[in-house]
């Protein structure tokens, strides 16, 4: 992990150095204790707020330096708006700016959780913390030189000042696991392909035993066995052989069926034969995002013990164009035993998780199957970088990630699968296509492939995260290429609906 920082929490007591950071409204008021540390200085803030044309609306900030009457040689007033319309996420996005304050002074600070009406709640004050963390993440494990010989800091001191210690702590023992799990996403994301190809990626999910998470792996010989030709196909061309890994935790009641993930993990994708074009190539070291989400989120639940049976499975592999790599024209036989015409190479995270998807239904029964993959740029095309496109055969699972979506700020918006798609699929050679052929409604043909292989009708999610998982949108809570997206999502949907 790579955030450096040592955070704590602590009572109210004014930091004798580095940065202060405080909260007011949109009327300039602070609470009681924030105001009693500020003393004087409360005035400065004031003109400067005038000088400034800071007014305390939601996400602002004003910065004094050196300001008489307080040790600290920074202070900075981030405004809240108005108290009242505070939401979950908005006291993780507050955490966010806190801590970016802090990087930007380079020195230990503390955070005041208060709020002229006194202090933040234990939930609100945790959200706030794990903020700071979520903003404090940076991937530089391979940066040797640093701008101006400035050195950063071996780690920083960051203190949670808040009203009832105890309780903040507790609260935050599961915002905090949960943040490891996105760390977790957002490092494998950021990892290139030269380090992180399949077999080094299964490796690293062994980590997750020590928080209890049984993992296996499967190798090529076992894929064999089990008939998975649709994912074995698109490894052939590597130099790298294909692994799946499957990732369990048992924390519900004994015997009941578990919610089941499920990662496209391509490790790096050249597009294969029909390889892609040179621009931006370097951004398909990203194409297992889906597959480190799934590992961010099993760490999540298993280090918090969730009451609730998961299980996690990737299908790793890397798509090459080398000399036993597939062709277009290819026909290769599926786990479930449709076969499919290979049409064109680039189309192959649908082929990983059709395999992925069959054997997770059968093997495990699953109440819920929820997929994630960075699987078609036309869900760029349509929904941007904001929302990931979702998929689904069931309603009340997709009404319930829409409400986590809204609450955690990792919006997911549904769009359609219908069979008046499927005749886009149909293939002069196999049971099927792999692609529609052309461009129009690409996302869609490519739900309504996947679809096929969802053995047994098990209620069924397909979130496509191609526009949300890296080369991600810079919020006050990521500054990282890789987003870690989903981790806070599904593990928000286990808290609220499955584990009573
Ligand atoms: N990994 C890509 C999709 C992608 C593109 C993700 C850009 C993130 C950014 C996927 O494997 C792919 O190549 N999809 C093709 C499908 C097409 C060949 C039917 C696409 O979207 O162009
Ligand atoms: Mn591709
Ligand atoms: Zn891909």
């Not at 580095?18 to 409204?25: A, Q, S, W």
């Not at 049976?309 to 597939?326: D, K, R, S, T």
């Amino acid at each position: 992990m790579t955030d450096r920082l040592k955070l704590s929490f602590g009572p109210f007591t004014a930091p004798a150095k580095g940065i202060l950071v405080v909260f007011c409204d949109d009327g300039l008021k602070f609470g009681g204790a924030t105001a009693k540390t500020l003393g004087s200085a409360a005035g400065l803030v004031v003109r400067a707020a005038k000088a400034e044309h800071f007014t305390g609306k939601n996400g602002t900030s004003l910065e004094l330096i050196m300001p008489e009457g307080l040790k600290a040689g920074r202070l900075a007033v981030i405004g809240v708006g108005k108290v009242a319309d505070l939401k979950s996420k908005d006291f993780l996005k507050l955490g966010g700016i806190a801590m970016g304050k802090l990087s930007a002074s380079a020195t230990d600070g503390a955070v005041f959780a208060e709020l002229p009406g006194g202090a933040m709640k234990a939930e609100q004050a945790a959200d706030l913390a794990q903020g700071v963390r979520l903003r404090a993440y940076k991937f530089d494990r391979y940066k040797t030189k640093h701008k101006d010989d400035e050195k950063p800091p071996a780690s920083r001191n960051v203190t949670i000042a808040v009203g009832d210690v105890a309780a903040v702590r507790k609260a935050f023992a599961s915002r905090d696991v949960i943040a490891d799990g996105v760390v977790i996403a957002r490092d494998l994301v950021n990892e290139p392909a030269n380090v992180l190809y399949p077999e080094e990626f299964a490796r690293r999910t062994l980590a997750l035993k020590k928080v209890g998470v049984a993992v296996e792996v499967l190798d090529v010989k076992a894929m064999t066995k089990l008939g998975m030709g649709a994912l074995l196909g698109v490894g052939q061309g590597s130099a790298r052989d294909s692994r799946v890994v499957v990732m369990r935790w048992d924390g519900g009641k004994k015997g009941e069926a578990p919610l089941a993930f499920i990662g496209k993990g391509v490790c790096f994708d050249t597009g294969g034969i029909s390889i892609k074009p040179a621009a931006s190539m370097e951004d398909m070291k990203g194409d297992m995002a889906g597959a480190a989400c799934v590992v961010g989120l099993m760490h999540a639940l298993a280090a918090r013990k969730a009451k609730v049976n998961a299980v996690g499975l990737i299908g790793l592999v890397e798509n090459m164009p080398g000399g036993n790599a597939q062709r277009p024209g290819d026909i290769v036989k599926s786990m479930s035993g449709q076969t499919i015409e290979i049409i064109n190479t680039d189309a192959e995270g649908r082929l990983v998780l059709a395999d992925v998807l069959w054997y997770a239904a059968k093997r495990f029964k699953p109440k819920f199957m929820v997929d994630l993959a960075t699987l078609t740029g036309a869900i760029i095309v349509a929904l941007g970088q904001e929302y990931a496109g979702m998929f689904s055969n069931d309603n009340e699972l997709s009404h319930r990630l829409h409400q986590v979506g809204e609450a955690t700020g990792e919006l997911v918006w549904r769009m359609p699968l219908n069979p008046v798609y499927d005749k886009m699929l149909d293939s002069k050679f196999a049971d099927m296509k792999h692609t529609g052929g052309t461009r129009w409604g690409g996302a869609i043909t490519a739900a309504q492939f996947i679809q096929r292989f969802v053995a047994d009708k098990t209620p069924w999610v397909h979130l496509d995260i191609a526009g949300t998982a890296f080369d991600s949108r810079q919020t006050d809570i990521n500054k990282s290429w890789g987003s870690g997206w989903g981790v806070r999502l599904l593990d928000k949907l286990v808290a609220d609906y499955y584990e009573k």
